[in-house]
């Protein structure tokens, strides 16, 4: 019955800690990049597009598509470097925890 209540607060610490976590989440900003710099996309961690930056150059109505696929790829490089930065804080978080391989905890 000990180990129980070990478990029982062990898993309270980790929900306090997991819903720190979420909050921090919200306020750390990451930088998608596209077309050498040109096109600069900062969101959060958590994939709320904050800002878009782009280069006066690229306002040329001829290319267009040219500038809509670079937002996009800035957009997906600041999710990619997003979800690192979330990974990365949720494995400091679940360090030394007994948990299966593969287990998504957010």
């Known amino acids: 019955m000990r180990d129980l209540m070990g478990m029982m607060k062990q898993a309270q ?11 921090e989440l919200d306020t750390v ?15 959060t961690a ?7 930056q782009l280069d006066p150059a690229l306002m ?6 040219i500038l809509e696929d670079l937002i996009v790829a800035a957009m997906n490089d600041a999710r990619v ?3 690192g930065v979330a990974a990365e804080r949720m494995s400091e978080l679940t360090k030394g925890l007994p948990l299966p ?3 998504k905890l957010f």
């Open 13 to 23: 610490a980790m929900q306090e800690k997991m819903a720190a976590l979420q909050g």
């Open 29 to 43: 900003e990451v930088q998608g990049v596209s077309g050498g710099g040109a096109v600069r996309v900062t969101m």
């Open 60 to 65: 040329n109505p001829d290319e267009r598509e």
């Open 46 to 52: 958590k994939g709320q597009v904050k800002g878009v």
């Open 81 to 83: 470097k997003a979800e």
């Open 101 to 103: 391989p593969g287990l």
